[in-house]
């Protein structure tokens, strides 16, 4: 992240006016700064992976349109992220008068409550302090199940009443979330499940950019980004969203799941970070960041997981998180360094799994959660296999168990177990698995469980599961 710079030397109205300072709207600062970015040839959205072609086109044109937007896509498909994201392309530092009493960040050429107003009318320029607001505070967000008119919108407050204000003056009113966010973005999350009421008051918001609570119209010319997300399929279900917010909202920007493997692991790959490093390091082949993403790819073709509920990105990266650990556990029981996951590692995946599915009851056929997620492992095992099968050939892979061998696997059996067992590697693996078979004894039982798990998935070998452990025989 890019370090902050020092706010601006200005402390007062009139510093901040002969500074050459010029209000602009918080749509006006997007556009222009979108604009400065994108003639710089700056990455527009970093770490946000497969979009280029689609997603990302789509907010560049509602940027510059200023548009409000609404994020339409299933859980896991970076809609919060890329929202959190448009605050880069706001100013740095804008002022505001600063004074306590102020329900807002007041533009300080552009007040729009009655006591700013007052302030710049009956005060000098020098005499009104200015303080700056960083972009980084400018963003607010909410999620929509259990949010009230009050939360967002506002309300009268009595505690103001009892202290003698009217009930029909403007300081008599305590304001939400939205108006807060006066010159600054708003996100609000799940649109559908809000209550009519608040859709009502949203709305307003969007067409007139004011306020109205409890019949006392607010004359705010509210100064606001507004962006929203939602599932399709409860989205486009009629009455979940009002017809007239449906009608304001600029643009629908259509998100999607990664289009290829490959950039599901680029994600996986980003999103662990540093996490392999450290005392006991974990190296993990190529074949183990295919497999676990292909898992998240079989769950989103099963037939027995609602997919109306979506398969997230974070299933992946949960259930990658898990096979690393695992092999960590391993690696520091038997003090392997590096860790290398193997497929008794996502014997563990279960507990990561489940909570992020949904099975579709009419397809499942009584079958089990862990039976659902067995069936959807073994078929990415037997998907990644042949891909291998393919390229290098049955015969050179499975070539060492041709001699009627019988192994035992399992996570916590030391590495050295499989190296004794396969002292002699065909030099092809090590060209096959993109890593050393022959040199690293953790990579080599990685390898070796892959190929037995493989065979298997190809009906070549038998299985037996003993004591918690798999025996395959040959």
Not at 153 to 168: C, H, N, Q, R, W
Not at 227 to 246: D, E, H, W
Not at 350 to 372: A, N, W
Request: net charge negative; proline share 5%; charged share 25%.
């Amino acid at each position: 992240m890019n370090a902050i710079m020092a706010a601006p030397q200005a402390t007062t109205l009139k510093d901040l006016l002969s500074s050459g300072w010029e209000s602009k709207t918080v749509k006006q600062e997007l556009r222009d700064n979108f604009i400065r970015i994108l003639a710089a040839g700056e990455e527009l959205f970093p770490g946000i992976v497969g979009y280029d072609d689609t997603v990302i086109p789509e907010i560049n044109l509602a940027l510059l349109s200023g548009h409000d937007v609404l994020f339409l896509g299933e859980k896991g498909q970076a809609k919060s992220r890329i929202m959190r994201m448009l605050v880069r392309f706001l100013d740095e530092w804008i002022p505001y008068i600063d004074h306590p009493e102020l329900p807002v960040h007041e533009d300080p050429t552009k007040p729009i409550s009655s006591l700013g107003r007052r302030l710049i009318a009956e005060h000098d320029p020098e005499d009104i302090k200015i303080a700056w607001w960083h972009r980084k505070d400018r963003y607010a967000e909410r999620l929509s199940p259990g949010t009230k008119f009050a939360d967002i919108i506002g309300e009268i407050d009595p505690a103001k009443l009892t202290g003698g204000v009217s009930m029909s003056a403007e300081e008599a009113l305590s304001f939400g979330l939205i108006p807060r966010m006066h010159r600054g973005i708003f996100a609000m999350n799940e649109l559908p499940e809000l209550d009519d009421l608040v859709q009502v008051g949203l709305f307003n918001i969007l067409e007139e950019r004011d306020v109205q609570i409890r019949g006392y119209p607010i004359q705010f010319e509210l100064d606001l980004y507004i962006l929203f997300s939602a599932n399709p399929s409860t989205y486009n279900r009629s009455g979940k969203v009002i017809p007239q917010l449906k009608d304001r909202i600029g643009t629908i920007v259509q998100t999607h799941y990664p289009s290829e493997r490959d950039q599901g692991i680029e994600i996986l790959q980003q999103e662990v970070g540093e996490d392999l490093g450290g005392e006991y390091p974990v190296q993990v082949p190529y074949f183990m960041f295919q497999i676990v993403e292909e898992i998240t790819n079989q769950a989103r073709r099963s037939k027995y997981i609602d997919q109306a509920s979506g398969v997230s990105a974070r299933f992946s990266l949960a259930n990658f998180r898990t096979i690393v650990a695992s092999a960590r556990q391993r690696g520091v029981i038997h003090q392997e360094r590096p860790a290398v996951p193997r497929i008794s590692d996502l014997g563990h995946i279960y507990s990561s799994s489940l909570g992020k599915l949904e099975l579709d009851l009419m397809g499942t056929h009584q079958m089990s959660e862990k039976q659902v997620m067995d069936a959807v492992m073994a078929q990415a095992i037997e998907v990644v296999f042949r891909e291998y099968v393919e390229e290098h050939g049955l015969g050179e892979i499975a070539e060492i168990f041709r001699g009627g061998v019988r192994v035992e696997v399992g996570d916590m059996l030391p590495s050295s177990e499989y190296a004794e067992r396969l002292k002699v590697v065909p030099p092809a693996w090590d060209t096959a698995f993109e890593v050393n078979a022959s040199d690293n004894e953790a990579v080599r039982a990685s390898c070796v469980e892959f190929v037995l798990a493989g065979l298997y998935s190809m009906d070549k070998i038998s299985r037996a599961n003993r004591h918690g452990k798999i025996e395959y025989e040959f």
